[in-house]
């Protein structure tokens, strides 16, 4: 059975990032696959230290609650990582734990060890952002979630970004519920999609 790993990275629970995120893992829900979904903000998750002890050992000197996300990194198939977007970027707590995965990027590069190589995993970034639709919207936070999810070896392989949600919030878009569901019942299958609504 795969598992997918859902990272509700907003501090607003309910709210906009929580139910795109909702919306897809129902789609999943009804694949059967094994799904946990994170609340970043419940997690007790300290800065990284750029103390370089990982560069070393390929573990992490910081003993806190991304202990056992490393668990869940390691053993997931479906990554999905959701935040709303904050100063043209991903909100301070979802760049928080991208900065703990620096482990993962020592692992590969600096150890040279082949962290999940051979394994078919994916990687999907949802978020909204209040203002108007501009075509670089969400330009600035891409490059941040490409080498998040090159660092855990997963294939990059979607955004689903909504615009205007100071005006329009997710709850009353219906045209894009069942989109995010379709892209949730498919994801075992999805090569690629870059959908800015």
Not at 126 to 145: C, E, M, N, Q, R
């Amino acid at each position: 059975m795969k598992k997918v790993l859902a990272l509700m990275g907003s501090p607003r629970i309910k709210k906009n990032t929580d139910i795109l995120l909702d919306w897809v893992l129902k789609g999943i829900e009804d694949k059967r696959y094994e799904i946990n979904k994170i609340y970043i903000k419940e997690e007790n998750i300290l800065p990284c230290r750029g103390c370089n002890y990982c560069g070393s050992t390929g573990e992490c000197v910081i003993k806190d609650d991304m202990e056992k996300l490393y668990n869940k990194f390691d053993s997931g198939d479906i990554f999905i990582l959701a935040s709303p977007l904050y100063f043209n970027s991903v909100s301070g707590i979802t760049k928080n734990l991208i900065d703990r995965c620096q482990r993962y990027w020592s692992i590969k590069y600096k150890l040279g060890e082949d962290y999940k190589r051979h394994f078919e995993r994916k990687g999907i970034f949802l978020a909204v952002g209040g203002a108007k639709y501009s075509h670089d919207h969400f330009s600035h936070a891409i490059p941040t979630i490409d080498l998040f999810f090159k660092a855990i070896n997963a294939d990059y392989v979607g955004n689903y970004l909504v615009s205007d949600t100071d005006t329009l919030p997710v709850w009353e878009r219906e045209d894009i519920r069942d989109e995010l569901y379709e892209i949730g019942y498919n994801i075992g299958e999805i090569k690629n999609f870059y959908i800015h609504r």
